[in-house]
């Protein structure tokens, strides 16, 4: 990787079906990054504030309607971007964050059924123009991803959907990433951890980081 001027003030997320596998290359990627000597911060949404860490609690616990949900994860991340990733990115910082409007669009969107156009208003107005710098879409059969969450851990109101959601909610993410090639590069998760690492590697060398 090239030098820290090259690699500071970048916006990363990444995005996926539950059970696709992001975690271990998040901590991968930033790892990467510290070693070229970028200063990284590593957040997720839901979440990555106080507030919106508390909503986050709500959305993946309490029963309620796709635009609920909705506003309430467009709310978390606004105070996420205000408080914690525009002053990270202000400071030259590379921020890495675990799902971010992306997911609203597949989950809420293609998943519950929600009409785009609220949606549509809800990114443009959040997030003022801020834009993930890339996007890592990790993509995986549902059937995959399924398995490779049953061995980990507890369903919340999301993993505990069928095979037929997840399928919209990949296809959500395909329709965003057809929308948004520059930015948003599909990774083939169905393979092992060190065939996903050296497709992003590849990524990020194609772009000069
Ligand atoms: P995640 O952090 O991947 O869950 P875990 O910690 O269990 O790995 O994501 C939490 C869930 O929130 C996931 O099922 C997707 C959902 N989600 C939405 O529905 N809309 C959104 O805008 C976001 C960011 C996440």
Redesign the pocket.
């Known amino acids: 990787m090239s030098n820290v001027s090259q690699v500071s003030g970048r916006f990363i997320t990444f995005e996926g079906i539950?059970g696709a596998g992001?975690?271990t290359h998040v901590a991968a990627l930033g790892e990467r990054f510290r070693l070229a000597g970028a200063e990284v911060l590593h957040t997720?949404?839901?979440?990555g504030t106080e507030l919106a860490e508390a909503l986050?609690e709500l959305?993946?616990h309490r029963p309620m309607d796709a635009l609920t949900?909705?506003l309430l994860?467009?709310a978390g991340?606004r105070d996420h971007l205000r408080k914690v990733i525009e002053p990270a990115l202000q400071a030259g910082k590379t921020v890495v964050c675990?799902?971010?409007?992306d997911?609203?669009f597949?989950?809420?969107g293609a998943?519950r059924g929600m009409d785009l156009a609220p949606l549509q208003a809800l990114e443009t107005w959040v997030q003022a123009g801020r834009e993930p710098d890339l996007t890592l879409w990790f993509d995986v059969a549902p059937a995959v991803a399924a398995q490779r969450r049953a061995a980990v851990?507890e369903a919340?109101?999301?993993?505990q959907q069928d095979l037929e959601f997840f399928e919209r909610v990949r296809q959500g993410y395909a329709d965003r990433a057809q929308a948004a090639p520059q930015r948003m590069v599909r990774i083939d998760a169905g393979l092992s951890v060190p065939e996903v690492s050296a497709q992003i590697v590849a990524v990020l060398e194609q772009r000069g980081w």
């Open positions: 539950d992001k975690s997720r949404e839901p979440g986050r959305v993946l949900e909705a994860v467009f991340r675990d799902r971010f409007t997911a609203s597949a989950y809420q998943g851990r919340d109101r999301f993993e």
